[in-house]
C-alpha cells in the first residue's frame, strides 16, 4: 500500500498527464470542429482564445482561491468543471454555446494547470531537479497520447464531442484518488506588498522574459493547434496522418527534454534556447516550401522546441534572486496571453486574409523575434558582468 506522499506524487504527475491530454485534443479535432460549425480559421481561433483566456483568469485566480478554500478544494472543484464541460459538449447545438463552453474548459484546465504545479512544488522537496524534470515530462506523455486516443475514435466512427466526453473517464479518475489523498498545507505569503509587483516590472530582464515566453508560447501551442488544420487542408492528409505527425510531435518533443538534461549545463542557458529557437525556425520554413513529404520536419521541431521553456525558466531563475514568485506568475501569464493573441487570434486571421500557409508562417516571425531578444538579453548579460569584473578589478587595485 503506497503511503500519502507516493500517492500525491502519483497524482501529481496524472494532473500533468491529463492537462497535457486534454488541451492537446483539440489540434486533432480542430477540422471537425470547424466542419460541424461551419466556422472560418478566424472564429475557430477566437474559439481556442476564449479557452485560453479562461486559463488566464484561472492563473490570477487560483492563487487567492488556494489561500482561502484550500489546494485540495481547489484542485477538487477544477476537475468538476472540466467534467461538466466535457460531458455538455455533447449537447451544443451552436458556435456561441461551443464558446463558452471553451471558456470554461480554459477555467478548468487552467485550475489544473496551477493546483499540480503547486502540489509538485510541495511535495518533491529532495532531488528538486530531477523530480520536477519527470514531472514535466508528464506533459509531454499526455501530449503523445492525446492524438492516438483522439485519432483511434474517430477511426472508429466517433464524432468529435466523444473525443471530448470519453475523456471524461480520465478526469474521474483524477477526482476519486484526489478524495482519498491527504493534500499538504500551502503556506501563506507574509510578503503583501502592493508596490513589489510595479517595483518588478521595472526590470528590463523581467519585461524581456515574459516577451520570451509570450512569443514561445504562441509559437509551441500555435504549431500544435493548427497543425491539423494545415495538414487536412493544405495536403489533403487523413485523420490517421494527422494523428500520426502530432503524436510524433510529442514523442520528439518528450525525448528532446530527455536530451536537454545531459547538454543544458555544457552549452548555457541562453546559448541553447538560440540554438534551438534558430534551428526549429528553419525547420518550419523548409517544411512550409518544400514538398508535402516535408511536413514531417513539423514533428522534428518538438525535438529542438522542447529545450526552449524549460531552458528560459532555468536562465531566469539564475537571474532573479528576489521575488521570483512574482516573476514566475507574470512570466507566465505572458505564456497565456500568447496563447491567446499569437497562437490562436493572429493566426486564425492570417490563415482567413492570406491562407493558412502564411498563416503557419507567421511561427517563423515569433522564432526570430525570441531570438533577437534572447541574443539582446544574452548581449546585455555580458556586458554587465564585464562591468562587474572591471569594477571589482578596480577595486581591488586600489585597496592594495
Avoid at 144 to 161: C, H, N, S, T
Avoid at 276 to 300: E, K, R, T
Avoid at 390 to 397: E, G, M, R, T
Wanted: aromatic share 14%; proline share 2%; with cysteine.
Amino acid at each position: 500500500m503506497l503511503d500519502n506522499n507516493k500517492l500525491l506524487g502519483v497524482l501529481a504527475c496524472g494532473m500533468l498527464l491529463t492537462f497535457g491530454v486534454l488541451v492537446n485534443l483539440r489540434g486533432q479535432v480542430a477540422p471537425l470542429i470547424q466542419d460541424s460549425f461551419q466556422i472560418s480559421y478566424s472564429y475557430l481561433g477566437f474559439a481556442f482564445s476564449v479557452m485560453a483566456g479562461g486559463s488566464i483568469i484561472a492563473m490570477f485566480s487560483s492563487g487567492f482561491l488556494i489561500r482561502k478554500f484550500g489546494l485540495k478544494n481547489t484542485f477538487l472543484a477544477g476537475l468538476v468543471m472540466i467534467m461538466i464541460v466535457l460531458i455538455g459538449i455533447s449537447y451544443l447545438p451552436t458556435y456561441q454555446l461551443f464558446i463558452s463552453a471553451m471558456g470554461l474548459f480554459g477555467i478548468g484546465v487552467g485550475t489544473l494547470s496551477v493546483t499540480s504545479n503547486t502540489l509538485a512544488s510541495l511535495i518533491f522537496i529532495e532531488d528538486r531537479g530531477k523530480k520536477m524534470n519527470i514531472f514535466h515530462l508528464f506533459f509531454g506523455i499526455g501530449g503523445i497520447v492525446a492524438p492516438v486516443y483522439a485519432g483511434y475514435l474517430l477511426r472508429r466512427g466517433f464524432g468529435w464531442e466523444s473525443v471530448y466526453l470519453f475523456a471524461t473517464g480520465l478526469v474521474l479518475c483524477l477526482l476519486l484518488l484526489g478524495l482519498y489523498c491527504e493534500f499538504p498545507t500551502v503556506k501563506q505569503d507574509k510578503d503583501k506588498k502592493k508596490s513589489v509587483f510595479l517595483e518588478v516590472i521595472k526590470d528590463y530582464k523581467v519585461v524581456i522574459f515574459a516577451l520570451l515566453f509570450l512569443l514561445y508560447v504562441g509559437t509551441e501551442i500555435g504549431l500544435i493547434n493548427w497543425l491539423g488544420i494545415y495538414l487536412s487542408d493544405v495536403q489533403g492528409r487523413s485523420e490517421t496522418e494527422i494523428s500520426f505527425f502530432l503524436s510524433l510531435f510529442f514523442v520528439l518533443f518528450t525525448v528532446g527534454r530527455l536530451l536537454t538534461t545531459f547538454i543544458v549545463e555544457k552549452i548555457g542557458y541562453l546559448y541553447l534556447v538560440l540554438i534551438c529557437g534558430a534551428i526549429s525556425g528553419i525547420l518550419i520554413f523548409v517544411a512550409l516550401v518544400g514538398p508535402d513529404q516535408f511536413a514531417i520536419l513539423f514533428s522534428v521541431v518538438g525535438l529542438f522546441m522542447s529545450a526552449i521553456f524549460p531552458t528560459m525558466q532555468a536562465a531566469m531563475f539564475e537571474a532573479f534572486e528576489e521575488q521570483l514568485t512574482i516573476i514566475i506568475s507574470l512570466t507566465l501569464a505572458a505564456g497565456s496571453i500568447g496563447d491567446v493573441l499569437l497562437a490562436n487570434w493572429l493566426m486564425g486571421v492570417v490563415n482567413d486574409l492570406l491562407g493558412i500557409q502564411f498563416g503557419y508562417g507567421v511561427l517563423i516571425f515569433y522564432l526570430i523575434s525570441l531570438i533577437l531578444l534572447t541574443g539582446w538579453l544574452k548581449y546585455k548579460s555580458l556586458t554587465e558582468n564585464c562591468l562587474a569584473v572591471n569594477n571589482d578589478q578596480s577595486l581591488s587595485k586600489a585597496n592594495n
